[in-house]
């Protein structure tokens, strides 16, 4: 599975950007989903995943209320819908894929459940 993600820039705190991640192969509804990101001077950190099917997601604390992840397998694409920015927000958000065909998906909140990793896409949030 080869990863591109896209959807970065830089707004004002307060304000949304959608992240896009499209994946190659045939066989993108068999793996779960996650966002992770990773601070200037920090370590990379989990953010949010999905089922393979859709019908669970699961998200750190930090952004709970304010990020959506969602996922059209009809396109083979994951999304991260991004609200109420804040400046602690500002990384280089990368996706990730695991072949999991379950929809418990806590467990998958470390960066080794994962075999795949997108390029990653900046975003930058000013206050």
């Known amino acids: 599975v080869r990863l591109q993600a896209s959807g970065g820039g830089s707004v004002q705190a307060g304000g949304s950007l959608r992240l896009s991640c499209a994946a190659s192969?045939?066989?993108?509804?068999?793996?779960?989903m996650g966002w992770f990101r990773q601070a200037p001077g920090k370590e990379r950190a989990f953010v949010a995943v999905i089922s393979w099917s859709g019908s669970t997601t699961y998200y750190v604390n930090s952004v709970k209320g304010r990020f959506t992840i969602s996922r059209d397998n009809a396109k083979n694409t994951v999304y991260l819908e991004m609200n109420s920015l804040k400046p602690d927000d500002t990384a280089v958000y990368y996706c990730?894929?695991?072949?999991?065909?379950?929809?418990?998906?806590?467990?998958?909140?470390?960066?080794?459940?994962?075999?795949?990793w997108g390029q990653g896409t900046l975003v930058t949030v000013s206050s």
């Open positions: 192969g045939r066989t993108f509804s068999s793996y779960a």
């Open positions: 990730a894929a695991t072949a999991w065909t379950s929809n418990v998906v806590v467990s998958l909140v470390g960066r080794e459940s994962y075999d795949y």
